[in-house]
């Protein structure tokens, strides 16, 4: 299965500043997904990501927040824009292969 | 959105003691996957269940899938401090390489005390 690479881990950030996450995978995949995981809560998708195409956003979630880029297959970005304290979450990307679904190790992030 | 109902919330048992968690829906799912998650990490897939009625085995670990593709189980025989974790079932509505997304049950969250 695809191993991905996410960073950073962890970060805690100032009110109203912005952070991108990086996700990098060993393979090309055709889509990728962005999840947000709050505090004791399940998965919940942010966005699809398309190489060449923009991204596909759930319900709740817009562009302005949460800008992807997707500038090849094996990578994508996520950013969380003028953070809030809501914005206190664990974000994971997700793809998908033939061998199923694998989870980067996640971003946890704390906005104070 | 496809909803994933899942119980119980939360469980705590010995070791040695065996138990059972629910995944429930109103939809049909092509597939059904099983993870489970540690502190710090993500998500890490314990198995794909496919066809109706399908039962696999990994080790103390039973999942099987309902007949009408609408529910799942998860079965752990004599649960190890080491089955500590949030479980956490999921639903595609198409093939794991056809690019859906997967909806996510609430999760249970298991603790195994010695």
């Known amino acids: 299965s695809a191993v991905i690479s996410q960073k950073p881990s962890r970060d805690i950030c100032q009110r109203g500043t912005s952070l991108t996450i990086q996700c990098q995978v ?3 995949v055709t889509m990728m997904f962005w999840y947000r995981q709050q505090p004791g809560q399940s998965l919940t998708l942010i966005a699809t990501a398309n190489q060449g195409s923009e991204a596909t956003y759930e319900s709740g979630f817009v562009i302005d927040k949460f800008p992807i880029s997707r500038p090849n ?6 950013t969380v824009s003028n953070m809030s304290p809501e914005d206190s979450s664990i974000y994971l990307c997700s793809v ?3 061998y199923g679904y694998t989870f980067g190790s996640g971003t946890r992030l704390t906005v104070v | 959105t496809q909803l994933l109902e899942q119980s ?3 469980l705590s048992i010995q070791e040695g003691e065996n138990l059972t968690v629910y995944c429930n829906s109103s939809s049909v799912f092509s597939s059904l996957q099983w993870y489970r998650q ?3 990490e993500g998500p890490v897939l314990l198995v794909t269940v496919v066809t109706g009625g399908e039962v696999k085995k990994l080790k103390r670990l039973t999942f099987q899938f309902g007949d009408a593709r609408k529910d799942s189980s998860l079965h ?8 500590t974790g949030l ?3 999921a639903g595609a509505s198409g093939g794991s390489n056809s690019g859906y997304a997967l909806n996510f049950g609430k999760g249970t969250s298991l603790l195994v005390t010695p």
């Open chain 1, 26 to 28: 060993d393979s090309q």
């Open chain 1, 73 to 78: 297959l094996t990578f994508s970005t996520l």
């Open chain 1, 96 to 98: 998908s292969s033939n």
């Open chain 2, 8 to 10: 119980p919330q939360f």
């Open chain 2, 38 to 40: 540690e502190p710090g």
């Open chain 2, 76 to 83: 752990i025989t004599a649960a190890q401090p080491g089955d």
């Open chain 2, 87 to 89: 479980y956490l079932c």
